[in-house]
């Protein structure tokens, strides 16, 4: 087994667990407005009626993002891929002229 492959494993009182998908959140502590982040983000989609986040497809993942700007992190298996993916979306913010800052410290993960 090679080492992504183990790191994909946990063994819990003998029993090996497969992870298959983190979920994590990151709280970025400003309000965002969804309706100009989704014009100005590929890959988005943003529609209240059906669910209040905007949802940002990316390779890296999916990220859920609340106008509270807490933001989760789905479909990823590592956490170093999520911590990238939330810096990707940290430069995209800031590539549209909104200030913030991830702090990897503030990073959770929920499973």
């Known amino acids: ?11 819990v009182h003998g029993i090996n667990l497969r992870i298959v998908n983190l979920s994590a959140t990151c709280p970025l502590n400003i309000e ?9 983000l590929p890959n988005s989609e943003y529609n209240p009626e059906k669910y209040s986040s905007l949802i940002l497809r990316m390779s890296e993942g999916t990220l859920l993002i609340p106008r509270s700007g ?16 939330f810096e990707k979306f940290e430069d995209m913010l800031q590539e549209l002229g909104i200030s913030c800052n991830i702090n990897h410290s503030d990073i959770t993960i929920q499973n």
Do not use: F
């Open 1 to 11: 087994m090679s080492g992504e492959e183990q790191s994909q494993y946990l063994e």
């Open 70 to 85: 807490k933001i989760t992190s789905v479909g990823l298996k590592r956490k170093k891929d999520i911590e990238y993916s």
């Open 32 to 40: 965002l407005d969804l309706e100009a982040l989704s014009i100005d």
